[in-house]
């Protein structure tokens, strides 16, 4: 597949391509939009098997973030980076090769802010920081925000609030029976949440000793890991890897509403209208798992975790905008939610683009990034 018709697949996006031979540094960076402001997005460190695995990834990640900042009201566009290595073997020493990466985000000027992905970690990010102002999700003593994933659980209860409200009619969690798949990072928050809201629990994990620590702290029920999908519940909430929504299951499902934290739940875009077709109720992930972005992008202006909360408590309207619109027949909630994207990009486009190097130069922002750069 040649680059250009990976990227007519993506629509509009802006690759950077860097072979370091000094350090063997393989990295990519897809520019998405940046309308409403630096593109942001984090770094993956995978071993991939072929150049186009590698564009279809950067520039559909790239493309996932600019609807999650945009539907999260966040003044920056998507962004992604890949580094094509092996996170546990890879081609030179780690602090050689994230000051190599750190050298190239810098040089585009702001354009791109990075932080961590999968395969690399809070420390990358501090190594990156020592070479460019253009990184977040460092660590605290460095102005960074932390872990993401209560902000994550936060906002995914909120917009559980929204689905309870207007789809289920429920003027409170209390007394929702909802089923969780996954009690990892994100999940085992989101169970705690649920819980302290009254909420009554079923939850599953690979991992059989997370469940049964989770279950014994919120005496929750637990089922095996393929049983999550037959469980009579109000909600599904998939909190494991994507595609959880699958033609293998979503006929399977006793729920009127999908609505969790992992990315990419439904297996492809069909999906999402035989749900509708079967009065399931989807919130799009992007939309209601955008807390830990949230988070992290705070970091942007001098980190305070005040005011990522109340940020992050606003996704609730927003998952209520989207099922309002799709109770009154406008169709699937995640092609409504591309709508809204796309309304807020074409707003943006209409007027100046913030500053990156204005914002940068704020009093708050400098004082991030004090300790670092
Ligand atoms: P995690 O790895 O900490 O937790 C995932 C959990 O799911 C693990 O306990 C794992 O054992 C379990 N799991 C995996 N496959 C499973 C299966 N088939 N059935 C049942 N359990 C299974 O990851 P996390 O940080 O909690 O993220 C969870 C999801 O949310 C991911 O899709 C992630 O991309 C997404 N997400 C996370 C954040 C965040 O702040 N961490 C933000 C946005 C989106």
């Known amino acids: 597949m040649s680059v250009f018709s990976i990227l007519d697949q993506i629509g509009t996006c802006e690759l950077h391509v860097l072979f370091d031979h000094a350090t063997g540094l393989r990295a990519v960076v897809g ?33 996932a973030m600019t ?12 962004g992604k980076a890949i580094i094509w290595a092996d996170p546990a073997n890879p081609p030179s020493d780690r602090r050689v090769l994230f000051e190599a990466f750190g050298r190239f985000v810098d ?6 802010l990075t932080c961590e992905d999968s395969g690399t970690s809070t420390a990358d990010m501090d190594i990156v920081r020592g070479v460019t102002p253009h990184v977040l999700g460092v660590s605290a003593d460095r102005g960074g925000s ?44 989101l169970a705690h949440e649920l819980a302290a809201a009254g909420c009554r629990l079923t ?16 005496g929750a029920a637990v089922v095996l ?7 009579e519940c109000d909600l599904f909430a998939p909190c494991a890897l994507g595609g959880a929504v699958s033609d293998a299951t979503v006929n399977r499902l006793r729920c009127r509403v999908v609505a969790g934290a992992a990315n990419n739940q439904l ?18 992930d992007y939309a209601i798992n955008a ?29 209520a905008e989207i099922a309002r619109r799709s109770l009154r027949g406008d169709g699937p909630p995640a092609e409504i939610a591309d709508h809204m994207v796309e309304d807020r990009l074409a707003r943006a486009g209409a007027q100046p683009l913030p500053s990156t190097a204005a914002i940068l130069a704020s009093p708050a922002s400098s004082r991030a990034r004090g300790s670092a750069v």
């Not at 695995?53 to 520039?59: F, G, H, K, P, S």
């Not at 890991?225 to 469980?231: A, K, L, T, W």
């Not at 297996?267 to 799009?284: C, D, K, M, W």
């Open 107 to 112: 040089r585009l000027g702001g354009r791109y």
């Open 146 to 189: 932390g872990d993401p994933s209560p902000f994550t659980a936060l906002g995914v209860r909120r917009g559980i609030e929204a689905c309870a409200e207007l789809v289920l009619g429920r003027a409170s969690l209390a007394g929702l029976h909802v089923a969780v798949q996954g009690v990892g990072a994100v999940g085992r928050h």
């Open 31 to 63: 520019l998405h939009d940046t309308r409403l402001g630096p593109a942001i997005g984090g770094t993956r460190m995978w071993q991939y098997g072929s150049d186009d695995e590698a564009l279809l990834d950067v520039t559909r990640l790239a493309r």
């Open 291 to 319: 807390g830990g972005l949230i988070n992290v992008a705070e970091e942007f202006r001098g980190y305070d975790a005040e005011r990522a909360r109340e940020k992050t408590l606003a996704i609730r309207e927003t998952i």
């Open 203 to 218: 939850i599953t994990d690979v991992n059989r000793e997370r469940a049964t620590r989770v279950a014994e702290e919120l």
């Open 67 to 78: 609807a999650k900042a945009a539907l999260a009201g966040l003044a920056h566009g998507g």
């Open 225 to 231: 890991p393929d049983e999550i999908f037959d469980v």
């Open 267 to 284: 297996a492809s875009r069909e999906i999402g209208r035989v749900l509708h077709a079967r009065g399931i109720f989807y919130a799009p």
